[in-house]
């Protein structure tokens, strides 16, 4: 089974508001597409927030288009967040983290992220 692709908010983040790693996001998302990339629904709502912030509303728009059209965006639905809830309890993820963590295992994708919450967390690629 072929491992897909998963960037978390965190990468979408950086690359967008061309923070000081863009260029070790580049290779994920400039090659992203919805054959082998996951975007679970909840990246969404943190890059859209957070890139408005920083760079304000049209930066915001063009990152979550680029993410809508160049992944499988996931839905959280009922068995995702049942299962979210679990890895929170076992590995001690937050809330949004272990959704993104749910939907990476049920779609076999690797997760690529600079989040510290992930450290030590099975699949993950951490990006310093």
């Known amino acids: 089974m072929k491992q897909n692709v998963l960037i978390d908010s965190h990468g979408w ?29 909840i990246i969404l709502y943190e890059v859209y927030k ?3 912030i920083i760079k304000g509303e049209n930066i915001a728009l063009r990152a979550v288009a680029h993410i809508i059209e160049h992944t499988q965006i996931f839905s959280i639905d009922k068995k995702l967040s049942l ?39 099975e699949n993950v690629i951490l990006i310093e």
């Open 83 to 121: 299962n979210a809830a679990e890895i929170s309890i076992r590995t001690k993820l937050p809330m949004a983290d272990s959704m993104i963590k749910a939907v990476a295992e049920e779609t076999n994708a690797v997760i690529i992220t600079g989040d510290n919450h992930f450290k030590n967390i």
């Open 50 to 52: 957070r890139i408005k």
């Open 13 to 41: 983040i950086e690359y967008f508001s061309e923070g000081p790693l863009i260029a070790k996001y580049a290779k994920y998302i400039e090659n992203a597409s919805a054959q082998t990339h996951i975007t679970p629904s």
